[in-house]
């Protein structure tokens, strides 16, 4: 019974650590959103300036000047941000089924040893009972 106990309050004790992680990577997960809707604004920002100082100076320079530039294809920022996102939500998908995969490995045995051990408790008058009947 003691055994038992302590059994219960081991499975106890690591299910609210696992709890705890689990919390912090929520709310890693919130922080890191956060970020991302900042860089969306802070990137919005920055095209809504840089597109004003164009106008600007299209308009000091009239039609006189004529400027190509050859640069490298923009980055897809949202297309990356969702990348991330896939990864840690993976990430945290197989966290959460390491943790449970290792919670059944830690309960399972401990489960079937003691179902055995009560079948083998309901046995036991069941083989004792033909013994008596011999006896009378």
């Known amino acids: 019974m003691e055994s038992v106990e302590n ?4 499975i106890g004790a690591d299910i609210n650590g696992l709890r705890r992680i689990l919390d912090d990577l929520t709310l890693c997960k919130a922080d890191l959103e956060a970020q991302v ?6 990137l919005l920002c920055l095209k809504k300036n840089h597109e004003e100082e164009v106008n600007s100076l299209r308009c000091q320079l009239g039609d006189r000047l004529n400027v190509e ?68």
């Open 69 to 136: 530039v050859d640069a490298a294809p923009p980055v897809d920022l949202n297309r990356i941000l969702d990348e991330m996102r896939c990864q840690y939500e993976t990430l945290v998908e197989n966290n959460r089924r390491d943790a449970e995969d290792w919670f059944d490995t830690q309960t399972y045995p401990h489960a079937l040893k003691n179902c055995a051990q009560g079948w083998q408790l309901e046995q036991e008058p069941h083989h004792a009972a033909p013994g008596d009947l011999r006896d009378t």
């Open 37 to 42: 809707e900042s860089l969306k604004e802070e």
């Open 7 to 10: 059994r219960k309050e081991t």
